[in-house]
């Protein structure tokens, strides 16, 4: 039984090394180097290449780096019996919560005007919104939806959310389903998505959703490209009816050069920077995982295959 590293990026060695220095007993392989495929129980990855894991004839489970799995359902050829997991991790959400709180302040005290003004040397005081003045919808009440609602009511928000299925969230009233999503939509003055990114969810940010957010409500995307339909948050920020966006997700990473969004006064933009899996609190549920797949223990944060989450 071994572990292998899948992840396309320049952090596979920093994983490696901190995995094998927290487990020197088990085996840990990164997909780059000589390995024994048949000894493979877990993979553990991240935008993994298509089809490399059909190399793997007694894979066990597909751990996630991340807290989303759109990717590894990319690749059609995964056995249906095999198990996905994905992160379900505090300081993941901590940081999530932490930048989108930052997102806010930012619109509301018209920071990314400013930064504009400066590069012109414009000298331009403009209104400002207070705390109190908004409501703030969270799309995705999941563990981090949960969580930023939390931490925004701590800072003196209000906050509603809207999820799939009813949810208890203490002091913020969830909507629920397609029937209360317009409610939700025209209560929201700032919009933020934070859903996991499936088939009913693909391309949900949309004209449809944006023409029930109250006038001059802001957009906030940090859960994946695929849920915004580009053409529309530009036609809805250019005719007036949107503030503004703040995205760190994109349908093509980096976002391409040519993009209209790079150059967009009113779009704020960052390169999938929101909340980042942390080594040093992820390893312990990565390899947790792993001995109880040893064991024949159940696995813990398994995704729904059906869900897609
Ligand atoms: C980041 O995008 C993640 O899925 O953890």
């Not at 990855?45 to 007694?58: M, R």
């Not at 925004?152 to 999503?181: H, Q």
């Amino acid at each position: 039984m071994a572990i292998v590293i899948i992840r396309q990026d320049r952090k596979i060695d920093s994983w490696k090394k901190a995995l094998v220095a927290k487990a020197p007993d088990i085996s840990i392989y990164s997909y780059l180097e000589e390995h024994p495929k048949e000894e493979i129980t877990l993979a553990c990855v991240w935008k993994q290449p298509v089809d490399i894991l059909k190399q793997y004839p007694n894979l066990k489970c597909i751990a996630s780096f991340g807290a989303g799995v759109d990717f590894i359902f990319k690749d059609q050829s995964i056995p249906k019996h095999i198990p996905i997991t994905r992160v379900v991790d505090p300081v993941l959400a901590g940081d999530m919560s932490e930048f989108v709180l930052a997102l806010i302040l930012s619109f509301l005290k018209n920071l990314n005007s400013y930064k504009t003004d400066q590069l012109k040397k414009v000298w331009n005081p403009r209104e400002y919104k207070r705390i109190s003045d908004i409501t703030v919808g969270i799309m995705g009440m999941g563990a981090l939806g949960e969580e930023l609602a939390v931490d925004l009511i701590k800072n003196g928000f209000k906050v509603i959310g809207w999820a799939t299925s009813p949810k208890e969230i203490p002091e913020s009233e969830v909507y629920a389903g397609d029937s209360e999503k317009n409610t939700f939509l025209s209560r929201s003055n700032i919009l933020v998505c934070l859903l996991p990114l499936t088939q009913q969810t693909t391309g949900i940010l949309n004209s449809k959703l944006f023409k029930e957010l109250p006038k001059q409500s802001y957009v906030i995307n940090v859960a994946r490209g695929g849920h915004l339909v580009d053409e529309d948050l530009l036609e809805y920020i250019n005719n007036g009816h949107l503030a503004g966006a703040g995205l760190d997700v994109f349908h093509e990473e980096p976002l391409p050069c040519e993009h209209p969004f790079w150059t967009h006064p009113k779009i704020q933009i960052t390169p999938h920077v929101a909340s980042v899996s942390d080594i040093e609190s992820v390893i312990p549920q990565l390899l947790e995982n792993y001995r109880k797949l040893t064991e024949g223990k159940p696995l813990n944060n398994t995704v729904n295959r059906e869900k897609g989450y």
